[in-house]
C-alpha cells in the first residue's frame, strides 16, 4: 500500500505532454495497484493494452466518465476521463493539437495527449446507449431499465433517444405478451402510444385491439364486470373507435348479455320469482348501463316486491341489539328485536335515548325517573304492552338473585312503582346523570304476552345459509312500497363487497375500509355517510395465561405493537380519516375536538410509543418478577407457552392481528393466531389467551361496566378497576361523571385490564334510489321500516 501511494505522488509531480508519458504513468499505476491486498483492491482506470471489462450493471455505480483509447503506435491501452468537452460529444473528423484530459481518481492533476495518439474515445451517453440496446436484445427489460433511465435524465436531448425509449417500450411490451401478463402488455403499449404516438401507429393500434380484447375476455370469465367495464368506457374516451375494433365488439358483447338477463328477469318476473327477477334485472343494467328499458324494469320490480341486499362482512348468530362486543348482532338485532331504550345518537350530555312504549320525565332534582307509557301511539305488538310486566322486568334487573340482575342499575334505584296502569315510577337512590342508558333491555315477544324469543322488530329472521341469511316482514305491510325483505350477503372481504355494490349483486354495505368509502364516494349512484359514533378497537384477556396476568408483561405487549403503523398503514392504507387514532384507553376519543362523545377520554394521557427495546426489556423484568415470586412460595416457575389470538372472522380483524403477530415475533414470542366462526366475536374459554375485540363503548357511564368490570369482556379483577367503577356509578351530576371517568381511564392506562388498540370511524353505503335510511344513524337498521325505494 505504501509502495502505491509514493507512486501516485510521484506522478503528481508532473504535467505528462505527451502520449509516451502518459503510457508510463498508466505502467505505474497499475504496478502499484498489483501490490496491493485484495481487501484494498480499487477499480481499475488506466490499462497499457486491451480493453475495460464489461462490468453490467455495475457500470452506474461508477462516476461518470468518458474512456480515450491510444493507437498502436503511441503504445496503446486505455483511460477513464472525466467527461470531455467536446463540441458534440462525439469525435472529432479533423482534430488538430493536443486534447486536455483529467483521470478518474486524479482530477487534481492536469494530462495532456496528442490527438494523432488518440484512436477513439468511447463517450459516456454512448456506452449507456450501447448496454440499453444490447439488454433489449437479450429481452433483459429490467436490466436495460436503469440505463434507460439515466440517459433519459442526464441526456434528455440526445439523438435517437426517443427511438430508443419507444423500442424499448414495443419490445417490452411483446415480450410481455408472449408471457401471457396482458395487463402490463396494456400498461407498455398506453405509454407507447401517450409518449410516441407517431411510433408505428398501424401496428400500436392492432397491439391494443387484440391486448385488450384478451383482458377484456379475461375479465369477464373471472366475473369481473366492473373492471371490464370501467376499462371499455377508458378505451372509448381515449381512443378512436375506428382504430380500436375492441371497442365495438365488446360494446355488442355486453349489450347481448344485458339483453340476455333482461330477457331472463322479464321471465322470471311473469313467473313471480321477484327474487331472481330482480338479481336479473340489476345485474342487466350492470352489464350495459344503457340497456333501454333497464331501470324502467328495475323499478318495475321493486314496486312488485321491494327487497334490499345488504353486503356484510360477518353475519349475525345470536340476535341482541344491545351487545357491545358484536357488531353483527348489534345490526341484525336491531331488525328483530327493539329496545327498551334506544339509542338514537349522541347529544351534549351523553346518548340520546328513545323510550319504545312511549316518553319520559324527570324530577328537578333527577331523583324520580316515570315511564309514560302510550299504547295507544303504538303499533302492534308493542301496543300490548302492560305497565305490571314493565315494572317486573325492571325490578328483576336490581335484584342480586335475578340472571338479569346488572349492579349498575341496582345500584341507582331504590323503589319502582306502578301508576294507574299507564306507567312505571322509579325513584332512585341519588341523582343520577342518565337513568335511561342503564335500561337498555332487548324487548322480545313475552314481554306483550307471546313466546319467548318472538321479534318485536319490523322484521323476522327466515332462512339462514352459509353466507346468506334472509329477514322477512313480521306482521303485514304498513304499505305496498314498504321492503318486504331485507337479505344479509356475507362478503370475503370490504373490497368484494364495493365490487358486488357497484356491480348491482347488493344495495347497501353495512362497514366500509377508509380507502374504499373514499372510491365509493366518486360514484353518482352510490352514497357514503359515515356512523356519528365510532368503536374502540383493543387487546382483552380471555384466558388465565398466567404471564398475561401480569400487568407489567402486558405494558411489555403494548410497547412491542407499533400501533400507529398499523392503523395508518395496514387499515387506513395510508389515507387520513378523521377521527381514526390510536387511543391510550377503553373509551372514545371522539370525532372532533368538540364532540361530546369524547367526555370519558383523557387528552392528556399520550398512547404509548412503539419501543421494541424497551419490550424486551420489561419482558425480561417480567420474567425476573415471577421466577423471584415463584422462589418465595417454593412453587415452579410458570413455563412460558404461546400466546393464543383469536380475533373475529373479517378481514379488518385479520389484518390487523397478523400485523400484531409479526410484531410480536420480533419480541422472540410465539404467537398462535385463532380465527373465531363466523358471527362469534369472544372465544370459547381455554381457546385463546387475548382476543381482538371492536367496541361500541358508546355510553361509557353504562358500559365501562360492561367493559372493565368482572363480568364484563375484560373479566378484570383489579381493585383500582374496581374502585374507578364504583366511583362513577355514585356520581351524582356531569362534572363527577366525567372526574371519575377520567380517573377510570388513568386507572387502566396504568393497570392495562385491555391493551387500547385504536379508535375507528366506520361508514356504510347505500344506492342513492334508497329512500329513508338517514344520515345519523348509530345502526344500519334503525330507520329500516322507513325504507323505500325510489
Given at each position: 500500500?505504501?509502495?502505491?501511494v509514493?507512486?501516485?505522488?510521484?506522478?503528481?509531480?508532473?504535467?505528462?505532454?505527451?502520449?509516451?508519458?502518459?503510457?508510463?504513468?498508466?505502467?505505474?499505476?497499475?504496478?502499484?495497484?498489483?501490490?496491493?491486498?485484495?481487501?484494498?483492491?480499487?477499480?481499475?482506470?488506466?490499462?497499457?493494452?486491451?480493453?475495460?471489462?464489461?462490468?453490467?450493471?455495475?457500470?452506474?455505480?461508477?462516476?461518470?466518465?468518458?474512456?480515450?483509447?491510444?493507437t498502436?503506435?503511441?503504445?496503446?491501452?486505455?483511460?477513464?476521463v472525466?467527461?470531455?468537452?467536446?463540441?458534440?460529444?462525439?469525435?472529432?473528423?479533423?482534430?488538430?493539437?493536443?486534447?486536455?484530459?483529467?483521470?478518474?481518481?486524479?482530477?487534481?492533476?492536469?494530462?495532456?495527449a496528442?490527438?494523432?495518439?488518440?484512436?477513439?474515445i468511447?463517450?459516456?451517453?454512448?456506452?449507456?446507449?450501447?448496454?440499453?440496446?444490447?439488454?433489449?436484445?437479450?429481452?433483459?427489460?429490467?436490466?436495460?431499465?436503469?440505463?434507460?433511465?439515466?440517459?433519459?435524465?442526464?441526456?434528455?436531448?440526445?439523438?435517437?433517444?426517443?427511438?430508443?425509449?419507444?423500442?424499448?417500450?414495443?419490445?417490452?411490451a411483446i415480450?410481455?405478451?408472449?408471457?401471457?401478463?396482458?395487463?402490463?402488455?396494456?400498461?407498455?403499449?398506453e405509454?407507447?402510444?401517450?409518449?410516441?404516438?407517431?411510433?408505428?401507429?398501424?401496428?400500436?393500434?392492432?397491439?391494443?385491439?387484440?391486448?385488450?380484447?384478451?383482458?377484456?375476455?379475461?375479465?369477464?370469465?373471472?366475473?369481473r364486470?366492473?373492471?371490464?367495464?370501467?376499462?371499455?368506457?377508458?378505451?372509448?374516451?381515449?381512443?378512436?373507435?375506428?382504430?380500436?375494433?375492441?371497442?365495438?365488439?365488446?360494446?355488442?358483447?355486453?349489450?347481448?348479455?344485458?339483453?340476455?338477463?333482461?330477457?331472463?328477469?322479464?321471465?322470471?318476473?311473469?313467473?313471480?320469482?321477484?327474487?331472481?327477477?330482480?338479481?336479473?334485472?340489476?345485474?342487466?343494467?350492470?352489464?350495459?348501463?344503457?340497456?333501454?328499458?333497464?331501470?324502467?324494469?328495475?323499478?318495475?320490480?321493486?314496486t312488485?316486491?321491494?327487497?334490499?341486499?345488504v353486503?356484510?362482512?360477518?353475519?349475525?348468530?345470536?340476535?341482541?341489539?344491545?351487545?357491545?362486543?358484536?357488531w353483527a348482532?348489534?345490526?341484525?338485532?336491531?331488525?328483530?328485536?327493539?329496545?327498551?331504550?334506544?339509542?338514537?345518537?349522541?347529544?351534549?350530555?351523553?346518548?340520546?335515548?328513545?323510550?319504545?312504549?312511549?316518553?319520559?320525565?324527570?324530577s328537578?332534582?333527577?331523583?324520580?325517573l316515570d315511564?309514560?307509557?302510550?299504547?295507544?301511539?303504538?303499533?302492534?305488538?308493542?301496543?300490548?304492552?302492560?305497565?305490571?310486566?314493565?315494572?317486573?322486568?325492571?325490578?328483576a334487573?336490581?335484584?342480586?338473585?335475578?340472571p338479569?340482575?346488572?349492579?349498575?342499575?341496582?345500584?341507582?334505584?331504590?323503589?319502582?312503582?306502578?301508576?294507574?296502569?299507564?306507567?312505571?315510577?322509579?325513584?332512585?337512590?341519588?341523582?343520577?346523570?342518565?337513568?335511561?342508558?342503564?335500561?337498555?333491555?332487548?324487548?322480545?315477544?313475552s314481554?306483550?304476552?307471546?313466546?319467548?324469543?318472538?321479534?318485536?322488530?319490523?322484521?323476522?329472521?327466515?332462512?339462514?345459509?352459509?353466507?346468506?341469511?334472509?329477514?322477512?316482514?313480521?306482521?303485514?305491510?304498513?304499505?305496498?312500497?314498504?321492503?318486504?325483505e331485507?337479505?344479509?350477503?356475507?362478503?370475503?372481504?370490504?373490497?368484494e363487497?364495493?365490487?358486488?355494490?357497484?356491480?348491482?349483486?347488493?344495495?347497501?354495505?353495512?362497514?366500509?375500509?377508509?380507502?374504499?368509502?373514499?372510491?365509493?364516494?366518486?360514484?353518482?349512484?352510490?352514497?357514503?355517510?359515515?356512523?356519528?359514533?365510532?368503536?374502540?378497537?383493543?387487546?382483552?384477556?380471555c384466558?388465565d395465561?398466567?404471564?398475561?396476568?401480569?400487568?407489567?408483561?402486558?405494558?411489555?405487549?403494548?410497547?412491542?405493537?407499533?400501533?400507529?403503523?398499523?392503523?395508518?398503514?395496514?387499515?387506513?392504507?395510508?389515507?387520513?380519516?378523521?377521527?381514526?387514532?390510536?387511543?391510550?384507553g377503553?373509551?372514545?376519543?371522539?370525532?372532533?375536538?368538540?364532540?361530546?362523545?369524547?367526555?370519558?377520554?383523557?387528552?392528556?394521557?399520550?398512547?404509548?410509543?412503539y419501543?421494541?427495546?424497551?419490550?424486551?426489556?420489561?419482558?425480561?423484568?417480567?420474567?425476573?418478577?415471577?421466577?423471584?415470586?415463584?422462589?418465595?412460595?417454593?412453587?415452579?416457575?410458570?413455563?412460558?407457552?404461546?400466546?393464543?389470538?383469536?380475533?373475529?372472522?373479517?378481514?379488518?380483524?385479520?389484518?390487523?392481528?397478523?400485523?400484531?403477530?409479526?410484531?410480536?415475533?420480533?419480541?422472540d414470542?410465539?404467537?398462535?393466531?385463532?380465527?373465531?366462526?363466523?358471527?362469534?366475536?369472544?372465544?370459547?374459554?381455554?381457546?385463546?389467551?387475548?382476543?381482538?375485540?371492536?367496541?361500541?363503548?358508546?355510553?361509557?357511564?353504562?358500559?365501562?361496566?360492561?367493559?372493565?368490570?368482572?363480568?364484563?369482556?375484560?373479566?378484570?379483577?383489579?381493585?383500582?378497576?374496581?374502585?374507578?367503577?364504583r366511583?362513577?356509578e355514585?356520581?351524582?351530576?356531569?362534572?363527577?361523571?366525567?372526574?371519575?371517568l377520567?380517573?377510570?381511564?388513568?386507572?387502566?392506562?396504568?393497570?392495562l385490564?385491555?391493551?387500547?388498540?385504536?379508535?375507528?370511524?366506520?361508514?356504510?353505503?347505500y344506492?342513492?334510489?334508497?329512500?329513508?335510511?338517514?344520515?345519523?344513524?348509530?345502526?344500519l337498521?334503525?330507520?329500516?321500516?322507513?325504507?323505500?325505494?325510489?
Open positions: 500500500m505504501a509502495a502505491s509514493f507512486m501516485l505522488l510521484l506522478i503528481t509531480h508532473f504535467e505528462f505532454r505527451t502520449r509516451r508519458w502518459l503510457t508510463v504513468a498508466m505502467w505505474l499505476l497499475v504496478c502499484a495497484f498489483a501490490f496491493q491486498t485484495p481487501t484494498s483492491a480499487q477499480i481499475v482506470n488506466y490499462a497499457d493494452s486491451g480493453r475495460p471489462e464489461r462490468v453490467g450493471l455495475e457500470l452506474l455505480q461508477e462516476e461518470p466518465h468518458d474512456i480515450v483509447y491510444f498502436k503506435e503511441s503504445g496503446g491501452g486505455w483511460v477513464k472525466v467527461p470531455l468537452n467536446v463540441r458534440g460529444r462525439r469525435m472529432p473528423t479533423d482534430p488538430r493539437g493536443k486534447l486536455r484530459l483529467r483521470v478518474i481518481s486524479l482530477e487534481a492533476r492536469n494530462f495532456a496528442d490527438w494523432d495518439d488518440i484512436e477513439d468511447d463517450f459516456w451517453e454512448s456506452r449507456l446507449e450501447r448496454e440499453t440496446k444490447e439488454m433489449i436484445a437479450k429481452n433483459d427489460f429490467l436490466g436495460a431499465y436503469p440505463f434507460l433511465s439515466v440517459l433519459i435524465r442526464d441526456f434528455p436531448n440526445r439523438p435517437g433517444l426517443r427511438e430508443l425509449r419507444s423500442d424499448y417500450l414495443w419490445q417490452d415480450h410481455r405478451a408472449q408471457g401471457g401478463d396482458f395487463e402490463a402488455t396494456l400498461a407498455m403499449l405509454e407507447l402510444h401517450r409518449y410516441a404516438p407517431e411510433y408505428q401507429p398501424d401496428a400500436l393500434f392492432r397491439a391494443l385491439s387484440g391486448v385488450t380484447d384478451r383482458l377484456m375476455a379475461k375479465l369477464v370469465q373471472e366475473g364486470l366492473e373492471l371490464a367495464q370501467q376499462m371499455l368506457a377508458r378505451l372509448e374516451k381515449e381512443y378512436p373507435a375506428e382504430k380500436m375494433t375492441t371497442i365495438a365488439k365488446w360494446n355488442k358483447t355486453f349489450l347481448a348479455m344485458a339483453s340476455e338477463k333482461r330477457a331472463a328477469a322479464i321471465q322470471a318476473k311473469d313467473a313471480k320469482n321477484y327474487r331472481l327477477a330482480r338479481k336479473l334485472a340489476r345485474e342487466s343494467v350492470a352489464v350495459f348501463p344503457d340497456i333501454d328499458g333497464g331501470e324502467k324494469l328495475i323499478r318495475e320490480i321493486d312488485i316486491y321491494p327487497l334490499v341486499r353486503g356484510v362482512l360477518q353475519t349475525a348468530v345470536k340476535l341482541d341489539p344491545t351487545l357491545i362486543d358484536n348482532s348489534r345490526r341484525s338485532g336491531r331488525l328483530v328485536y327493539r329496545t327498551l331504550f334506544e339509542m338514537k345518537g349522541a347529544g351534549p350530555e351523553g346518548g340520546e335515548y328513545d323510550f319504545v312504549f312511549g316518553n319520559t320525565t324527570s328537578p332534582d333527577r331523583m324520580q315511564l309514560n307509557l302510550e299504547p295507544e301511539r303504538l303499533p302492534a305488538p308493542l301496543n300490548e304492552i302492560q305497565a305490571y310486566y314493565l315494572a317486573d322486568v325492571m325490578a334487573r336490581a335484584q342480586r338473585a335475578s338479569a340482575y346488572f349492579s349498575a342499575w341496582a345500584a341507582a334505584v331504590n323503589q319502582i312503582g306502578i301508576d294507574r296502569t299507564k306507567g312505571v315510577q322509579c325513584l332512585l337512590r341519588r341523582p343520577h346523570v342518565l337513568p335511561t342508558c342503564l335500561l337498555q333491555i332487548p324487548v322480545d315477544g314481554w306483550l304476552g307471546g313466546k319467548e324469543g318472538e321479534p318485536t322488530g319490523t322484521y323476522r329472521r327466515d332462512t339462514v345459509n352459509d353466507d346468506e341469511v334472509r329477514y322477512v316482514l313480521a306482521r303485514a305491510p304498513q304499505d305496498n312500497e314498504q321492503i318486504k331485507v337479505v344479509e350477503i356475507r362478503t370475503r372481504s370490504a373490497s363487497g364495493v365490487s358486488m355494490l357497484l356491480q348491482g349483486e347488493l344495495d347497501m354495505l353495512d362497514q366500509l375500509f377508509p380507502a374504499d368509502a373514499v372510491r365509493l364516494r366518486q360514484s353518482r349512484t352510490i352514497r357514503v355517510q359515515n356512523y356519528p359514533l365510532p368503536t374502540v378497537h383493543m387487546l382483552a384477556p384466558s395465561h398466567p404471564f398475561l396476568s401480569q400487568s407489567t408483561f402486558r405494558r411489555a405487549l403494548l410497547y412491542g405493537t407499533n400501533r400507529k403503523d398499523i392503523l395508518k398503514g395496514e387499515l387506513l392504507e395510508g389515507l387520513e380519516s378523521p377521527g381514526c387514532q390510536v387511543v391510550s377503553p373509551f372514545p376519543a371522539g370525532i372532533g375536538a368538540d364532540d361530546p362523545l369524547g367526555y370519558a377520554y383523557d387528552k392528556e394521557i399520550i398512547p404509548r410509543n419501543e421494541p427495546r424497551l419490550a424486551k426489556v420489561l419482558i425480561a423484568i417480567n420474567e425476573n418478577q415471577m421466577k423471584a415470586a415463584a422462589e418465595r412460595k417454593k412453587e415452579t416457575m410458570p413455563e412460558m407457552t404461546p400466546i393464543r389470538l383469536a380475533f373475529p372472522a373479517d378481514n379488518l380483524s385479520r389484518v390487523a392481528c397478523e400485523a400484531i403477530s409479526s410484531q410480536w415475533q420480533l419480541l414470542l410465539e404467537v398462535e393466531l385463532v380465527e373465531l366462526p363466523v358471527g362469534i366475536t369472544y372465544p370459547e374459554k381455554g381457546t385463546a389467551d387475548l382476543v381482538y375485540v371492536s367496541a361500541a363503548v358508546w355510553e361509557p357511564i353504562i358500559d365501562a361496566r360492561r367493559l372493565l368490570g368482572p363480568k364484563g369482556l375484560a373479566a378484570s379483577e383489579d381493585q383500582l378497576v374496581g374502585l374507578g367503577l366511583r362513577l355514585e356520581a351524582k351530576n356531569w362534572r363527577e361523571v366525567r372526574d371519575q377520567l380517573v377510570l381511564h388513568s386507572i387502566a392506562n396504568s393497570e385490564p385491555i391493551l387500547p388498540l385504536w379508535q375507528m370511524v366506520d361508514s356504510y353505503a344506492r342513492r334510489t334508497l329512500r329513508g335510511v338517514g344520515s345519523e344513524i348509530v345502526s337498521y334503525q330507520n329500516a321500516d322507513k325504507w323505500r325505494w325510489q
